[in-house]
């Protein structure tokens, strides 16, 4: 049965890890099913601070690097008492709290479109455009 943690035992765990969390934004997107799909994902990874990955459920999020506004220089939480609802349940146990879980959030992440073509390839997806 896993714990609740109390707020002095998180502010611990955030100091340790960075504030992870408070570093990046990810939204869910539908799984790719066509080579506009793929693209569209390749396009994604083209950019700069942008990641697509895979959770263990296999549902697939676009995720953007970005430090939240209200990160201190300290790794702190300057608007802690007003923070959003997301952020007040996050850590309530290990699944939640990626620094905590025994296991990586994903099973694949792609931080580059090579990457994700080189992934494409070996799992023989035709995903290229007919020239």
């Known amino acids: ?11 611990r ?13 990810a939204v869910e997107i ?6 506009r799909d793929y693209d569209h994902i390749r396009w994604y990874l083209l950019h700069g601070n942008i990641h697509v990955f895979v959770d263990h459920e296999n549902d697939w999020f676009l995720e953007m690097e970005s430090d939240c506004v209200a990160l201190g220089p ?4 300057l608007n802690y008492e007003n923070r959003p609802r997301i952020c007040r349940q996050y850590g309530d146990d290990h699944q939640t709290c990626e620094y905590l879980a025994e296991e ?8 580059n479109a090579a990457d994700y073509e080189t992934w494409l390839d070996k799992k023989k997806i035709q995903w290229r455009w007919k020239k």
Request: aromatic share 8%; charged share 40%; glycine share 4%.
């Open 1 to 11: 049965m896993k714990t609740k943690r109390t707020k002095k035992d998180m502010s």
């Open 13 to 25: 765990v955030c100091e340790e890890c960075g504030s992870r969390c408070c570093r990046y934004v």
């Open 30 to 35: 539908d799984r790719p099913t066509c080579k």
């Open 74 to 77: 300290d790794g702190q939480c």
């Open 104 to 111: 990586e959030p994903f099973i694949e992440r792609f931080s």
